[in-house]
């Protein structure tokens, strides 16, 4: 059975920073590409990011390039997301999903997802 636990979300100033972390189990993590995918309040899914199977090539949203790192540890099954210069359009519940974008959308493989808000 495929489990995806998400964690490190909380309240946040603007411009601040936090790191979300999702701990993957029931499939082989070093095969499958992940994505990060959030949700705000009243929106559809929003692609944020992916990175492929070994880690080696990530891929952004424009919203978030340059500001948000996507990572992967196989020896760990873990897939991180580390946000910087945060923004109040970033306030969502954030889903890791497995597989590349297109798969992750269709929903199937996500997390229960961690609440980011980003406020003063």
């Known amino acids: 059975e495929v489990q995806l636990v998400e964690s490190g979300g909380g309240l946040v100033q603007p411009g601040g920073s936090l790191r979300l972390s999702c701990a993957a189990s029931g499939f082989i993590f070093s095969q499958d590409s992940m994505t990060w995918v959030r949700q705000a309040p009243g929106k559809g899914p929003e692609w944020v990011a992916s990175?492929?199977?070994?880690?080696?090539?990530?891929i952004y949203a424009d919203s978030v390039k340059g500001r948000f790192t996507i990572s992967k540890d196989n020896a760990k099954n873990t897939l991180d997301l580390q946000m910087n210069s945060l923004k109040p359009e970033d306030t969502a519940v954030y889903h890791c999903?497995?597989?590349?974008?297109?798969?992750?959308?269709?929903?199937?493989?996500w997390g229960q997802g961690t609440q980011v808000t980003v406020s003063s």
């Open positions: 999903a497995k597989g590349p974008k297109v798969e992750a959308l269709k929903g199937e493989y």
């Open positions: 990175i492929s199977s070994g880690g080696s090539v990530a």
